[in-house]
């Protein structure tokens, strides 16, 4: 069975850092890209970022770009996102998504395959 499990979340005051990690199992992504997206209350699931299958290339939605990293670990299975300068409004559950179909799905929720179920980040101003 396939799992993404999230983790790293918290409360946090604005202009903090939090680091999310996902841990896949039963199943390698070392050739799959894998993404983040987030959703807030009342509101559709949307992109955070993404990463391709060897880290050489990422993608970040314009709201996230210069504060938010991803990254991955190969060998541990994991990806991670290095959130800083957290606002207020990047307050949200986030989600890990892996595609088997792609080893650089971007932005499209389509392209992904499995999802974790999520870990709470909540920005205080």
């Known amino acids: 069975q396939v799992r993404l499990v999230e983790s790293g979340g918290g409360l946090v005051q604005a202009g903090g850092s939090l680091r999310l990690s996902c841990a896949a199992s039963g199943r390698t992504f070392s050739r799959n890209g894998m993404g983040w997206f987030r959703q807030a209350p009342g509101k559709e699931r949307e992109f955070v970022g993404s990463i391709n299958w060897s880290g050489g290339t990422t993608y970040y939605a314009v709201s996230v770009k210069g504060r938010f990293t991803i990254s991955r670990d190969n060998a541990k299975n994991t990806v991670y996102l290095q959130m800083n300068n957290l606002k207020p409004e990047d307050t949200a559950v986030y989600f890990c998504?892996?595609?088997?179909?792609?080893?650089?799905?971007?932005?499209?929720?389509?392209?992904?395959?499995?999802w974790g179920q999520g870990t709470q980040v909540t920005v205080s101003s």
């Open positions: 998504a892996g595609s088997i179909r792609s080893d650089d799905p971007g932005g499209n929720p389509v392209q992904y395959d499995y």
